[in-house]
């Protein structure tokens, strides 16, 4: 079976769908599944050259586009005149297509061609129709209803299926915009099982940070965006460090949006600068050997539709700590793997105290359920054979 990935972009600064296409590769490659990813970007971006799956760049690649794309709209939104005719021309060579994503040209164009083929596609929203968006970008709300008559929705319609990762993410799109027509299910989602020596891992992690040396810590793991919580975890840190003295923070992650120098003056002017470090992206050992080396992992988003970093830290045995905006904080809850707390200062700042409350026996308990909860819930693969099947006979 030979499935054809649709994605605006394959770098992996970009977050949670293109580590989940990567990280489940194996897997489904071991179950008789092959994938393949077109894409919008440049043939001359380095994360196409060192994609591990194959990848058909659909961008422009000119001297001049960059200096374009930030002039003309419809640059920016993803558009290239090679994308929509390459889809018509080979989208029968596959057994199923799957569009990542919404509000890019990657989905309208997968649309353009798709809508005059027979050929069977799917849709992952990957959280692009939590109503949240709706709410901080009222504006974009109405140019995003005008795309949904036109584009998404018919796209969203005429799927076989409409894949979500949990039923939160499922609910909550069902509101999102009118009218919603589509048929959807909950399909399996998760990561495959952390693989290397969590000793040599974690070593390897504080070596890249002298300054932290061997003290205790709070990971958080994502991209430094105001969506994530950043600042709230660092104004909750503020207010519980004097309580833990031995313990600092990490915040590791790509800054997508040029706000961390904000957040780094925010902790200065609080006074825990000292405390906190920034090692930018993490990945591969150095991102296991965070998790491994972590207290808890800490993840005080606004709105999450899965958080695959969420099934990481689960995976390592680490305690999660985390908002009801996060979709799998029921996953978490449920397998006593953590604490869940509201979006607010005040929700964050209890997470802390109670996590900090613990005894060094309570933490490894938990620690324990949250392994337990990731082989449960999480481990790809266990459900790469369902998943397959969902995409051969819907």
Not at 98 to 127: E, I, M, Q
Request: net charge positive.
């Amino acid at each position: 079976m030979i499935i054809l990935h649709v994605i605006a972009t394959v770098n992996p600064e970009s977050g949670g769908p293109i580590e989940g296409i990567m990280t489940s590769a194996g897997v489904l490659r071991a179950q008789g599944c092959d994938r393949e990813i077109l894409s919008l970007d440049s043939p001359d971006d380095p994360w196409v050259k060192s994609c591990p799956l194959p990848v058909h760049p659909m961008g422009i690649s000119h001297p001049s586009y960059s200096k374009w794309r930030k002039r003309l709209p419809w640059l920016r939104y993803g558009y290239t005149p090679h994308f929509v005719p390459w889809l018509r021309e080979n989208a029968r060579r596959y057994d199923a297509i799957v569009v990542n994503g919404l509000w890019n040209y990657s989905s309208f164009g997968a649309w353009r061609a798709l809508s005059k083929l027979d050929a069977r596609y799917f849709v992952y929203p990957h959280g692009m129709l939590d109503p949240y968006f709706n709410k901080i970008q009222p504006v974009k709300r109405l140019a995003k209803q005008v795309l949904w008559w036109f584009s998404e929705g018919p796209l969203i319609a005429n799927a076989a299926r409409v894949m979500f990762v949990t039923e939160e993410e499922r609910q909550l799109a069902r509101h999102s915009f009118w009218p919603y027509r589509g048929r959807d299910q909950v399909a399996p989602y998760g990561i495959i099982d952390v693989a290397g020596d969590p000793a040599a891992q974690a070593a390897q992690f504080r070596s890249l940070l002298p300054r932290l040396g061997e003290r205790d810590f709070l990971l958080f793991l994502s991209r430094i965006h105001p969506k994530k919580g950043c600042d709230l975890l660092i104004e909750a840190f503020a207010e519980v460090a004097a309580k833990a003295p031995h313990l600092d923070l990490v915040m590791a992650g790509p800054d997508s949006v040029g706000w961390g120098q904000k957040l780094q003056d925010l902790a200065a002017a609080r006074g825990i600068s000292d405390r906190v470090h920034w090692p930018g992206m993490l990945k591969g050992d150095l991102k296991w050997g965070a998790f491994h080396a972590t207290r808890a992992f800490v993840l005080p988003s606004h709105q999450e539709n899965f958080g695959i970093v969420v099934a990481e830290a689960m995976a390592c045995g680490k305690p999660v700590l985390t908002t009801t905006k996060v979709a799998t904080w029921r996953e978490v809850d449920e397998s006593a793997a953590g604490f869940v707390e509201r979006d607010d200062l005040a929700g964050i700042i209890r997470l802390l105290e109670r996590f900090l409350a613990l005894s060094a026996e309570e933490r490894a308990a938990m620690g324990q359920r949250a392994r337990q909860g990731f082989v449960e819930k999480f481990d790809i693969g266990a459900f790469a054979p369902k998943l397959i099947e969902i995409l051969r006979t819907s």
